[in-house]
């Protein structure tokens, strides 16, 4: 039998760290041991870290804590954000359970359905381009309801769901306009549930600082990668005794409608009164909003139109890795292991997941850190340019399988750095009032990207389309570099006015110290004297 340290030298020591250090590339046997190996590379890390921001950090002792640091790990979060974290996070992880569950089976369920009819690639841009289109106006339409982000997170299930009951039918325009649908639902799905909570928060002015709000963001982004593994596996068990790759798509909406639920009996109506315009009217509330409110809002504050453009370029990176890393990770695959071999999917998922879980421990631990967002964001962002950057390169490399899984490893990793990040920029830099509109509007850019990016992938190539993703994500850093400046000047302008106000509280204080000591003096010349 072989020994411990054999073994793990032949699992983990061979496939990842001696191809890094320059010596020749072993693989294992197979690639569902390659990818394997893989998994549990990540999974100890992720796992060490998330053991340790939820549980071992509550009950080891604080003692090597600063008084200033024991201060703030003690201070008790305020009831009104624990009633919405509790509100959100179950509706949140219930659209990303449904949203999950069509991951490994969305490719098979439309190569099936669309065979003979259209190009698996033409289902996919109809429905980016459905998304880019009809987005904007159908977010206009749902905030000039009442209900404004309570009824567009209902809207996304609605839509996610008629993209799900699709995949059920082999009409080429049903299938073409259930793609559509599934787009525009997964655009809201993004957006929606986030600008509600983030809303409602503010409104109760319980986190000035964006403090509890970065941790909500933290937690749901950690648990939505565990989420996606367990969507994983009940897409798997679906798609075996149910219907094959339709499978997943006839149990997710049950899901979606248990949200609803949620939603409809105990989400409060997002009704957000604004003293815009004019300064005094109290009524105008943040129904009624379309393209030119949000158009308005890119023209009077450049870092919101900053903030926007560093989004859409990221996601839209995003978007061109998911589509494109099969194909890249299969070439890589048959070529270390012979054509015959096949990609171990779930596992390849799975990897993924525990990646992201990964980048989102090593956010909430950095802001745990009194690390800034957006420095957290800049570092993402540059080093998953570089990721895609090297893939762009390793494409053209025979037997680039370790590149590859590295390179992907590292930008799924720095997606769970961004995403919690984009999160609580969001909730800093968008006017409550505009911010649906704001961000679906975002969402239709980025669609519109990928597009255009996805038409020219026959004038470019594969190695192309991974270059134009690295670029993108270089413009995005320019532009965060840009919001940073900005918000900094900014900060630099307003201090004479920040200091007079923390004066002014300091002198208030004093008052109250020196009132409190006079009236114990009373008290303690009274109590000398006999006097009761």
Known sequence: MMSISASFAEIVVDPIVIPLLGGPTIHNDSPQAYFATGLTVLLIPAALLFLWQTVLCHVLPKKEMTAAQRLVSEQTKPPAISAFQLLYLPVFWLLRTAFWMSGPYFVPVYAKKAEGLISIDNVFRVGFASAAVLLPAIASIVSSSYTDEKSGTI????????????????????????????NIGTGLLNTMPEAWVSSEIQKTGADPYGRWLSKIFATAFAFDSIVAILAGQVAAVAAERIGGPEGPFQ???????????????????????????????????????????????????????????????????????????????????????????????????????TATLLGSCIYGHLSELRCRP???????????????????????????????????????????????????????????????????????????????????????????????????????????????????????????????????????????????????????????????
Do not use: H
């Not at 023209?299 to 370029?313: E, F, N």
């Open 155 to 182: 809207a996304a299930a609605v839509f996610y769901a008629l993209g799900a009951a699709s995949t059920q039918v082999s009409n080429l325009p049903l299938l073409l306009a259930g793609r559509g649908c599934g």
């Open 251 to 353: 149990v997710s909406p049950l899901f979606l409608a248990l949200a609803v639920v949620i939603i409809g009996l105990f989400w409060t109506d997002t009704d957000v009164p604004t003293d815009k315009d004019g300064g005094g009217d109290a009524k105008q509330t943040s129904n009624g909003l379309s393209l030119q409110d949000a158009a308005n809002v890119f023209a009077s504050d450049t870092k919101v139109l900053l903030l926007g453009l560093v989004q859409c370029s990221f996601e839209a990176a995003t978007y061109l890795f998911v589509l494109n890393q099969a194909q890249a990770i299969g070439g890589a695959v048959s070529a270390s292991f012979g054509a015959d071999s096949k990609v171990p999917n779930g596992l390849v998922f799975a990897s993924y997941m």
């Open 374 to 532: 957006e420095g957290i964001l800049s570092v993402a962002i540059i080093a998953s340019a570089v990721a895609l950057g090297a893939v762009g390169t390793l494409c053209s490399v025979e037997s680039n399988l370790t590149g590859l899984t590295v390179a992907f490893f590292v930008f799924e990793v720095m997606a769970g750095l961004a995403k919690p990040s984009f999160s609580w920029l969001r909730s800093k830099y968008l006017p409550i009032r505009e911010r649906s509109i704001l961000m679906t509007a975002f969402s239709a850019v980025f669609n519109f990207l990928v597009l255009v990016i996805s038409l020219s992938n026959n004038l470019i190539g594969d190695a192309g389309v991974w270059r134009a993703a690295s670029a993108l994500l270089v413009f995005a850093f320019v532009c965060l570099l840009q919001l940073r400046r900005i918000a900094r000047q900014e900060a630099i302008d307003n201090a004479p006015r920040t200091w007079r106000r923390v004066r002014a509280k300091w002198v208030s204080i004093a008052r109250v110290m020196q009132i409190r000591r006079l009236v114990q003096g009373i008290a303690k010349q009274a109590a000398s004297e006999g006097i009761e």
